[in-house]
């Protein structure tokens, strides 16, 4: 598939330390490649606007790890959006998709407009995305290098009322990594199509080579920082009258701001007629005759970018030689 150039200011990751490094963080700022990515499916506002917090929360947690290959974050429930798929691999290039139960996502919303608290593009700003779309369930980060390595994951269940709130907890809970996430997102409005951000910070464990070496000096930095980010509007994470340096700027100028190389975030998907074709070998013959559309042909549909691939019996006759 053919990639979304980042444009300037916007899908890109900008990482950065304060506190004379004791304290790590990303910025995401995301445009045409969040836009691409949804515009590939005809969701409903409420299931793309928490598809897009998904994308942004991928691709801030994928910043600030060290990996050669995929990051994956998934979130299974039990609600109106039962799935939500989304990665990046270690060059930038994002993708995702979601499931939703459209009979069970109009009662939310009939719900929520009966209680008056309804908004016009979606309903993952108004603080309980979780429990009124997603309800029991769990979120997942994998991180997968390749064959030749063993595969990371990290599960928790989810809780709170955003997914900035379930990332949080994982932390807490299995990282013990003091770590604070604003999401934000827009729907398209004018010429602008949709946008999304995130902005997470993460305190650094104390060492004795820590730039900062009391712990009542640590608190007071990590809580100061906390603050100014929670100070942070949501049209200042999203744009486009400012961009990520100048937010970073604005917040943390008097705390020893330091702006490492920005890196470019694309939509692009990895499918490929090579890859549905050993996916289709992994299976014996028989079983994939049984696929066949009304046409006769086997026809495979991308669920992230949703581009088609058809085989015919001559195809399988290639893939499947006497």
């Not at 309800?135 to 599960?155: E, N």
């Not at 701001?257 to 074709?277: F, M």
Request: charged share 20%; glycine share 10%; net charge negative.
């Amino acid at each position: 598939m053919t990639a979304t150039p980042a444009g300037a200011g916007t899908d890109l990751v900008q990482p950065f330390l304060i506190g004379a490094g004791a304290i790590r963080g990303r910025v995401i700022r995301l445009g045409p490649a969040i836009d691409r990515i949804l515009a590939g499916h005809d969701y409903p506002a409420p299931v793309a606007t928490l598809l897009a917090e998904t994308l942004a929360l991928a691709a801030v947690l994928a910043a600030s790890l060290k990996y050669d290959g995929v990051f994956t974050l998934q979130v299974q429930a039990e609600g109106a959006v039962p799935l939500l798929v989304a990665d990046a691999t270690s060059e930038g290039a994002l993708r995702g998709y979601a499931r939703f139960d459209a009979d069970r996502l109009a009662q939310v919303q009939a719900q929520v407009q009966a209680q008056g608290q309804a908004q016009s593009q979606g309903l993952a700003r108004d603080g309980g995305s979780v429990p009124r779309l997603l309800g029991k369930g769990y979120l997942a980060f994998t991180v997968d290098q390749g064959a030749d390595t063993d595969r990371y994951q990290g599960i928790v269940e989810l809780s709170g009322n955003s997914l900035a709130d379930c990332a949080r907890g994982y932390f807490e809970q299995s990282e013990q990594l003091q770590t604070d996430v604003m999401l934000a997102v827009a729907p398209p409005a004018g010429t602008s199509g949709w946008r999304a951000g995130a902005l997470m910070i993460q305190r650094m464990p104390l060492t004795a080579q820590s730039p900062i070496l009391t712990a009542d000096l640590a608190d007071e930095t990590w809580n100061r920082a906390c603050i100014l980010m929670g100070s942070t509007r949501t049209p200042e994470l999203l744009g486009p009258e400012i961009d990520s340096i100048t937010l970073l700027h604005r917040l943390f100028h008097a705390d020893g701001l330091q702006l490492l190389p920005p890196k470019p975030l694309v939509a692009a998907c990895r499918c490929s007629a090579s890859r549905v074709e050993g996916t289709l070998r992994s299976f014996p013959r028989s079983e994939v005759e049984e696929m066949r559309d009304d046409g006769g042909d086997i026809v495979v549909v991308c669920e992230f970018c949703k581009s088609r691939y058809v085989f015919s019996d001559q195809d399988l006759d290639r893939l499947y030689p006497a």
